[in-house]
């Protein structure tokens, strides 16, 4: 079990500047965490049963989702985007943040994630949901892969 805070939501008052509302926000990662799954190997049975965990947790929301809800950074255990249903809602980092990984730069800043297409609370708890299926399996995910 984690015993540290590695992801924390932030911007999650809805904004209204739009014609429609917006629930977009963003997720914190801690930096640790994430070098700990980038340079874990997963094996691609693992990333799918990851991806069939998320399909429940989804069917909960009552979201249908075509394609994998997690997308791997290739065959590690670091989740660079959480898909949320059709209409382009997803949760994901930018490619210079997982550059960063990869090459071991930028070490003091966190990672960050940024939603896009986020129209009501459910997505907005449907994502966070799915990140906090990922940290909590991580260390599972990764062990003897």
């Not at 963003?26 to 965990?53: C, G, K, Y």
């Not at 809800?69 to 949760?91: I, K, M």
């Not at 980092?93 to 003091?108: A, T």
Request: aromatic share 8%; charged share 25%; glycine share 4%.
């Amino acid at each position: 079990m984690i015993e540290r805070i590695v992801w924390q939501p932030e911007n999650l008052q809805p904004s209204e500047h739009l014609q429609l509302p917006s629930y977009d926000f963003s997720v914190r990662l801690d930096r640790d965490f994430a070098d700990e799954m980038i340079s874990a190997t997963v094996t691609p049975e693992r990333q799918a049963r990851m991806n069939e965990l998320a399909s429940k947790i989804l069917e909960r929301f009552k979201i249908t989702s075509p394609g994998p809800l997690l997308s791997f950074e290739g065959d590690t255990g670091l989740v660079t985007q959480f898909n949320a249903g059709s209409g382009g809602v997803w949760l994901a980092m930018d490619r210079r943040s997982i550059n960063s990984l990869i090459k071991s730069e930028e070490r003091y800043k966190p990672i960050e994630l940024y939603s896009h297409n986020v129209d009501d609370p459910f997505q907005a708890c449907a994502l966070m949901a799915l990140v906090d299926l990922w940290v909590q399996y991580s260390e599972t995910m990764i062990e003897e892969s």
